[in-house]
């Protein structure tokens, strides 16, 4: 390092404090004897280190854009959203799928035939036809009129029974009734008869068509609709075949203990 480096700092005081006792006195500004020396050691240095450019600054942004790289890899990838199904143009919804073609059993399914019990009977006091009932169809107590007192001895209108449930109630004779107690008649219906399911079978449980159990779905209509006239298409295929056997075109009506059964009449009609 030279004489005039050392002094640098000390002559550039001098020199500021001469121009301001100048431009304090109201003396013309001079040079000083020390600013040629100064201009001189200035541009020296300058030669020594040419063009001193901020390679620390730039250095030190690499582990910057280093650590930016590794955040934006540590960072979890979004996830890609499932592309929603495009609808119909013009705000239409999609149309429904077609009802499974159930063949035969297309009306039969939603009607509702279940293992019923008789807890009470009596005659109607207004009619010489009917008895009222108080019937169990699983959990629910219906009560239903049957124009039996002419074919079924009240002795014999205990224990289980087959019943429709969701036919449309309806008053007969003033008593509301809410269903229908199934029976198999003759083609003059001069004999008629209980229809009775087998042995053992649980109160509340659906009849169903044996072979065909996975058709009967828990969902039903809770009423039938007189409109459709579902039960008016199912009753003509509702017979007994020639083992007694309730059938409903010619297939076999069974609850989880077998097939319901008439006690005499084969061949018959059931209603």
Known sequence: MSTIS???PTLIKLETIIHQ???SLGVEHKPSPFA??????????????????????????????????????????KEKKPQQQQQPQGGKKAPAPAPQDLGPFTDFVNVDIRVGELKKVWK????????????????????????????????????????????????????MSNGMVLCASDATHTKVELMRPAPGSKVGERVKVQGNEAIFKDEREEVLNPKK??????????????NLQAVFDGHLLTTSQGPIVSKTLANSNIS
Not at 128 to 148: N, P
Not at 230 to 242: D, F, I, M, R
């Open 229 to 242: 006239g579902q039960w008016e298409k199912v009753a003509p295929l509702l017979k007994t075949n020639g």
């Open 124 to 175: 109607h006091e207004e009619s010489d036809k009917l008895y009222c009932e108080e019937i169990d169809i699983g959990g629910e107590i219906r009560q239903i009129a049957s124009g039996l007192q002419q074919f079924v001895p009240i002795e014999e209108m205990t224990g289980q029974v087959l019943v429709l449930v969701n036919l449309k109630g309806r008053k007969l004779a003033g008593f």
């Open 36 to 77: 040629e020396f100064i201009q001189l050691n200035t541009k020296q240095e300058n030669e020594a280190n040419p063009k001193q450019k901020e390679q620390p600054e730039k250095k030190a942004e690499q582990p910057q854009k280093k650590e930016q790289t590794e955040q934006k890899e540590k960072q979890p990838q």
């Open 21 to 23: 006792l100048e431009k």
């Open 6 to 8: 050392q002094f640098k």
